[in-house]
């Protein structure tokens, strides 16, 4: 059982530079490729330039979560504003609950991501389940 | 493709589906693509002594569908105001999963629609239940010889 005391840790990606490549490359590899007039990401794009502070949550040796039995259980997106090249976004993830349910834990990781200018760019959560081996 | 018309859309209405043929390359390639190299989704004998059937796709790949019949449908990527779901399933290779959806409300003051979305799989088993999109309009441009 992963301790609950680290409720409330954050963790910070250094800021995302969005580019063409990296945007073409989604869109290829999920299979979304309708052009807009001018290339914007698609939503859930979210996940790739956040994917740094997912990583150092399930890496943070401290809170030791164990990740050979973690699965995504539920996720949640909210859009601020389009995603394009020449951006650069920093996100930020917050560990805000840790659960039991049965053999399973629920762990909450909470997460808002920023423009250069500190705007929203998009926030959300994700909910893990940690099957207990 | 143009943008949908909101004076268009009912409630109960269905949105095209969407279906997808998910590979082994796919998952490689989402795994590139997103960061997200989890040996569980690319490494057959880790996933296997995780206790999983195999490499699984990523719940992310699966929502991306979801997101993408969504805003396919709406014709303009930057409507789209939000999107949740849950991973009621594993995601295989050789999997054919299908993304359904219906207009569950619109509000024509906020301009917004909220759409209720499900993906199954080739076995008609729910991968990814609950899920919500909300689109939201633009105003409608003022008719400049209106009262």
Known sequence: ?133 | MSTLDFEQVSPGQSLPPLTKHVTVEQIRQYAEASGDRNPIHLDETFARSAGLPGVIAHGMLTMAFANQMVTDWLGDRLLLKSLQGRFAGMVLPGDEVTCSGSVASRDDERRRLVINLVVTNQRGEKVLNKGVAEAEFPPRRSNTNAA
Do not use: C
């Open chain 1, 1 to 133: 059982m992963t301790d609950s005391r680290w409720v409330g840790r954050s963790y910070e990606t250094a800021p995302f530079e969005v580019t063409e490549q990296s945007i073409r490359d989604y869109m290829a590899a999920v299979g979304d490729l309708r052009e807009d007039d001018r290339l914007v990401a698609p939503p859930t794009y979210a996940m790739v330039y956040g994917f740094d502070a997912y990583w150092q949550l399930w890496t943070d040796q401290e809170v030791a979560l164990d990740v050979a039995h973690l699965v995504h259980g539920e996720q949640r997106f909210n859009f601020q504003r389009a995603v394009r090249p020449g951006d650069r976004i920093r996100t930020t993830g917050r560990l805000t609950a840790i659960n039991s349910r049965g053999d399973m834990e629920l762990v909450t990781f909470e997460l808002k991501a920023r423009d250069a200018e500190d705007r929203p760019v998009s926030d959300g959560s994700a909910l893990f389940i940690i099957r207990k081996a």
